[in-house]
């Protein structure tokens, strides 16, 4: 079963910057596994963020962006804000089949 | 601006059927692919299925053999019936858009219970 493996915490200061990053059970995350990543606040639905590595959709804030990073998919928060507080997770397309990361839950302090 | 809408039973029995439908408005269900996730209380995101408006799907492995998934295009809808289930499929249900390589739009979600 694959596994797709996000860092469980994080802490940012508000205007820091941080990175996320997701990991394969199998290996080199690339471009081929379309990564999308989704933000999601309590109570609320995911909201997508980014798709296939680093496109961003109309609503997606100049602060988030995405990347390939030593054979992870990466999202990086750049001048965090407060509102930026929340689950994020990303999503690997496996040949048909979807698998979402575990999770990484960002606090702003 | 495309809007996803699920509805069903908030609560099924153990061993029954699941049933849930997505209402597509505001767009078109036809071009796109069609999915629903799910996410347990306190736990993450799970991806169910996809099917494409000419009906086409694609199931995760781990629930395939409980899972159908099917697509109403006279009605923009697409519906999911997860069978024998347990509590363990207890969730908030959702439905997404997908479509190339991106998931755009999402319903707010259902919360289904498996209790008797």
């Known amino acids: 079963q694959t596994v797709v493996t996000q860092e469980p915490s994080l802490t940012v200061s508000p205007g820091g910057t941080v990175t996320l990053t997701c990991a394969s059970s199998?290996?080199?995350?690339?471009?081929?596994?379309?990564p999308n990543w989704f933000q999601q606040k309590p109570g609320q639905a995911p909201r997508a963020l980014i798709y296939?590595?680093?496109n961003k959709h109309s609503w997606t804030p100049a602060r988030f962006s995405g990347s390939l990073l030593g054979g992870k998919a990466a999202l990086t928060l750049s001048g965090v804000q407060p509102e930026d507080e929340a689950e994020y997770y990303c999503l690997l397309y496996y040949g048909g089949a979807y698998v979402f990361g575990t999770g990484t839950k960002v606090t702003v302090l | 601006q495309v809007q996803l809408q699920e509805s069903g039973p908030g609560l099924v029995k153990p061993s029954e059927t699941l049933s849930l439908t997505c209402t597509v408005s505001?767009?078109?269900?036809?071009?796109?692919?069609w999915s629903w996730i799910r996410q347990p209380p306190g736990k993450g995101l799970e991806w169910i299925a996809y099917i494409s408006y000419s009906g086409s799907t694609n199931y995760s492995p781990s629930l395939k053999s409980r899972v159908t998934i099917s697509v109403d295009t006279s009605k923009n809808q697409f519906s999911l019936k997860l069978s024998s289930v347990t509590a363990a499929d207890t969730a908030v249900y959702y439905c997404a858009r997908v479509g190339s390589m991106t998931w755009d739009y999402w319903g707010q979600g259902t919360l289904v219970t498996v209790s008797s």
């Open positions: 296939s590595t680093s």
């Open positions: 199998t290996g080199a995350v690339t471009s081929g596994y379309y």
């Open positions: 505001g767009g078109s269900i036809s071009s796109y692919y």
